[in-house]
Structures are given as C-alpha cells and as structure tokens.
C-alpha cells in the first residue's frame, strides 16, 4: 500500500490552487447545520458520500476550517498511484482487489486514528455514485476497518451535493449527520447505515428549501 506522506510545501502549493478552483467552478459552498463538538481525546472517521471526481476538493476545503488534525484520506491506489502529488496532501490507498493490501491498509488506519492529532476520510460506497441513486452501495469494508480499533474513536457521516440553482455555476451544499460512537457502531452497522442514507434525504430536502446555517466561501 502507499501511505501518507504529508509536507508543508505540497500544502502551500495546493491550497490556494483548490480555492481558486473551487470559486470558479462553484457559486456557494453552503451548511445546512453546524459541524458537531469533536472532543480532543477522541479518534475521528469522517464518512461522506461519494458523488464526483470533486469530493477530496470539497473534504479538504470544508474540513481544515473546522479541524486541527492531520487529513488522512483513503484513495483507491490505481487512483493515487496516477495522482501521487495526492499523498503529499495526506492520501493513502486502498486496493479492494488485494486481501494483502486491505489488511495493510486496516492496520495503518488504525494507527492514524489511535493518533488524536489525525483524522480519517472514507468514502463507504467505495466508488462514485449519483446522489440521487435508491438504493446506495454501502460496503462492509468501514465495518471491517473500525474493528481493528482499539482506542475510542467517533465517526461522522457527511452529507455533499452539487445543487443547481438560478446562477451559471452549481452550489455545493453539506450536512453533518449524528455523530456515532466507534466502538458501539461496530455491533450496530445498520444504526450508521440507515443515518448515513437519512443524513442524505435531510440534505436533499434542505438543499430543495434552501435551508442553510452558514456560507462558507468568502467575498
């Protein structure tokens, strides 16, 4: 497997370049509520949905504001191995296709999350899927992944859209959904599920009434 390799450099190299990025092909960045207390002494996955090619843009945008850990984030290795320059922004890879690779990369996962100075992004449908798509792909590799644990760790579904409103470019709109305790989820996989998929509907209806807390992209 390839891990992280975080530098500073690749940081103030990329950021400024997805801002600008983000703001030219996005109007909005909204929140339809507010990003949950994480306590200091808790491990944390963030677990979006998986919806377009922009969804590490987005992860990376919206989480540095509200987090101050390290961004690990799971890419599938075919993927990261063409965009290298990723791992330098904290992604490490995956390779469903190798047990070998997916017991390595349970393991490494493990030792970020016992780090409290980290934090994990998956994506549990494993590959891109349209929001709109009844039933979603929810795989059992998170569950496999989080037994491997041994600290007290929480994990936070998230929701992302891309809404098209009256404007040229579309918006990208997010909720938060319940904040699960690791340790409980691990006998109780079907409880995350399901609020994963309702977080999702909650979006949907919030990005229909415009119902937002908070716009992110600054003037």
């Not at 994990?120 to 798509?133: A, D, R, W």
């Amino acid at each position: 497997m390839i891990k992280a390799d975080h530098k500073k450099y690749a940081r103030w190299l990329f950021i400024p370049y997805m801002n600008n990025l983000l703001r030219k092909n996005f109007s909005h960045f909204y929140l339809v509520n507010d990003f949950p207390e994480i306590p200091v002494d808790q491990g944390l996955i963030i677990t979006p949905n998986h919806i377009s090619w922009w969804d590490g843009f987005f992860a990376e945008y919206l989480f540095k504001k509200f987090l101050n850990r390290k961004l690990h984030i799971m890419m599938l290795e075919e993927q990261l191995k063409r965009f290298w320059f990723f791992k330098k922004l904290g992604a490490y890879s995956i390779n469903p296709d190798s047990p070998r690779s997916i017991i390595e990369t349970a393991n490494y996962t493990r030792q970020i999350v016992n780090s409290r100075e980290n934090f994990v992004v998956t994506y549990p449908q494993g590959e891109i899927e349209s929001f709109e798509k009844r039933p979603l792909t929810l795989k059992k590799g998170l569950n496999y992944f989080i037994k491997r644990i041994e600290k007290d760790f929480l994990l936070l579904p998230v929701g992302f859209k891309i809404h098209y409103y009256n404007e040229k470019y579309p918006s990208i709109i997010c909720r938060f959904g319940l904040l699960f305790e690791g340790k409980r989820t691990v006998d109780a996989y079907p409880f995350y599920e399901a609020a994963f998929m309702t977080n999702l509907d909650m979006l949907s209806k919030a990005a229909e009434e415009k119902s937002f807390v908070k716009y992110l992209f600054a003037k």
